[in-house]
């Protein structure tokens, strides 16, 4: 059995999600058993090093035992249709639930480190003409910059619940599209106004990999004229 850390999870599901991918576990079929044994021995040790344990990780464990002394049980509950009720099935759903919205975070992170790692050429200097006019007053701001923003931006909104979240729907390259069909007529989209059409973070964060998605494809260039002023998005004119 692997030493684990609990503070390197963000919470009990990571920590579920972790042992399913380490033991290439089929996620809709989750061995209760195994797992819920492991789970119990991470907590033990923790407290037998006299290191706190989060109340969440408590919980979790709790819900464990429900589920497998339940699964224990031989004659199993039924539900309206008269099939058996899996004790998994709730957790299951929040663990799919949490993969879908982990992977979306781990996109973000790939991107960002992808973009911080290329060349550093500004992409303006590909297009110097289309803005020889406003060279006194904008420059390009770097994807830290812009990621610290939007970070801002996050921290105002209300905490994300992810099981609530139908990731589903959403769709990058309609995000995409939605921020090249927001320019006026100069081609110009201010940063506040875009994201004052998100609705919580988990959209802001998918307006955030858009913008760097089109960013890296030179359709867009970001740009600020001092610190405090609002971001100006513009739109690369086909050549």
């Known amino acids: 059995m692997h030493k684990v850390e609990l503070d390197k999870f963000q919470g009990p599901l990571d920590l579920l999600l972790y ?5 290439e576990l089929d996620i809709n079929d989750i061995p209760i ?4 044994a492991e789970y119990l021995q991470i907590i033990e040790d923790m407290k037998a090093m006299n290191l706190s344990v989060a109340g969440e990780f408590i919980l979790m464990a709790a819900t464990l035992m429900r589920i497998k002394s339940k699964m224990l049980i031989p004659r199993a509950e039924l539900d309206d249709l008269g099939e058996p009720i899996d004790p998994r099935t709730e957790l299951v759903k929040q663990l799919i639930e949490y993969k ?3 992977d979306i975070a781990d996109n973000l992170s790939e991107k960002w480190e992808r973009l911080s790692y290329q060349h550093e050429r500004s992409i303006s200097e590909t297009f110097e003409d289309l803005y020889a006019d406003n060279a006194d007053y904008l420059k390009e701001i770097s994807v830290f910059e812009l990621a610290q923003h939007f970070k801002n ?4 909104l209300p905490d994300l ?6 990731l589903n729907t959403i ?3 309609d995000k995409k599209h939605f921020i090249l069909n927001s320019f006026d007529g100069r081609g110009i989209l201010f940063f506040n106004v875009l994201l004052k059409k998100c609705i919580n973070k988990l959209e802001v964060i998918m307006t955030f990999i858009a913008i760097l998605d089109l960013v890296q494809q030179l359709k867009i260039v970001v740009l600020q004229s001092n610190l405090f002023d609002d971001i100006e998005i513009h ?3 086909k050549n």
Not at 19 to 23: G, K, Q, T
Not at 33 to 36: G, L, V
Not at 161 to 166: L, R
């Open 19 to 23: 042992f399913i991918r380490r033991d």
């Open 33 to 36: 058993a195994e797992i819920t």
């Open 100 to 102: 879908k919205y982990k």
């Open 153 to 156: 931006v996050i921290d105002r």
């Open 161 to 166: 619940n992810p099981y609530e979240v139908d």
């Open 171 to 173: 769709d990058l390259s």
């Open 235 to 237: 739109l690369l004119e």
